[in-house]
């Protein structure tokens, strides 16, 4: 392999090590995200800005989000 190519190699791996990844928490799939427009959750028009959406604490059913503000004080009901 040439010198150039394997600048290119490290760089490329460089590139990709500073890349940051989005992955949720394992156990509860905790998920930040935020919202540039009005959207709708449980029928309410929620207004824009960041929340945090999460998997239940509940050992018999896996399937129940909770969505909550951005410090995680008030959950959306």
Do not use: H
Not at 2 to 28: F, Y
């Amino acid at each position: 392999m040439s010198k150039s190519k394997v600048l290119m190699l490290l760089a490329s791996l460089g590139v990709l090590a500073t890349v940051p990844s989005i992955k949720a928490d394992e156990w509860n799939q905790k998920t930040e995200f935020t919202f540039s427009g009005r959207w709708r959750c449980r029928d309410q028009f929620r207004p824009p800005g960041p929340y945090v959406f999460k998997l239940a604490d509940s050992p018999s059913n896996r399937n129940i989000v909770q969505v909550f503000n951005q410090d995680q004080t008030n959950q959306l009901r």
